[in-house]
């Protein structure tokens, strides 16, 4: 039996929207790897926290609503990430669960790899 999906749509800063689905319990990184959705440099470090490239912009109530808060390891490298805001998650540490059901996340303009 598969795993419930909810709806997430990803806006890009052209304001093109990308409406996909991704799984209960699934990241927002693995939902673009499994979903192949196009973001240039995207998800490089696979989830290991020492990217910030798969960094994502929040509504205020969404980032409110997620239900696990930034670890000090997310945060330091959210530090790095360009265009940062108050509401700026990274999207390897954004769980989905049933209530972020119909989830929209912008994704910001530029990528900045940490690593290079
Ligand atoms: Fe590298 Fe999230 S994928 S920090």
Redesign the pocket.
Known sequence: LSKKEVQVTFIKANGEKIQTKGKIGDSL?DVVVNNNIDLDG?????????????HLILSKSTYDSLPNKPSDEELD?LDLAYDLCDTSR????IVLTEELAGLEVNVPATINDARS
Request: proline residues 0%; hydrophobic residues 30%.
């Open positions: 990184l995207f998800g490089a470090c696979e989830g290991t926290l020492t990217c910030s490239t798969c490298m990274l999207g390897c540490q």
